[in-house]
């Protein structure tokens, strides 16, 4: 159960620092105002996300394996 949650912190940071590499890159800082910001919020959000979902595959495939 420990092991589920620090995979899943873990996803969701790396994610999220993705999302928001990849807005600054984009030029959507989410710290700036306007339209750009919410866009890179949303950037991060779904880089949290994804960064969750690849964790749990990654999991349930080395727990398959075993």
Do not use: N, S, Y
Request: some cysteine; aromatic content about 8%; proline content about 0%.
């Amino acid at each position: 159960m420990l092991a589920e949650g620090l995979t899943d912190a873990a996803g969701f940071v790396a994610g999220g620092l993705l999302g928001f590499a990849l807005g600054r890159v984009l030029g959507w800082d989410i710290f700036a105002t306007g339209g750009a910001a919410i866009a890179g919020i949303v950037l991060c959000g779904l880089g949290g996300g994804a960064g969750v979902h690849l964790a749990r595959r990654w999991r349930a495939r080395r727990q398959g394996a075993k």
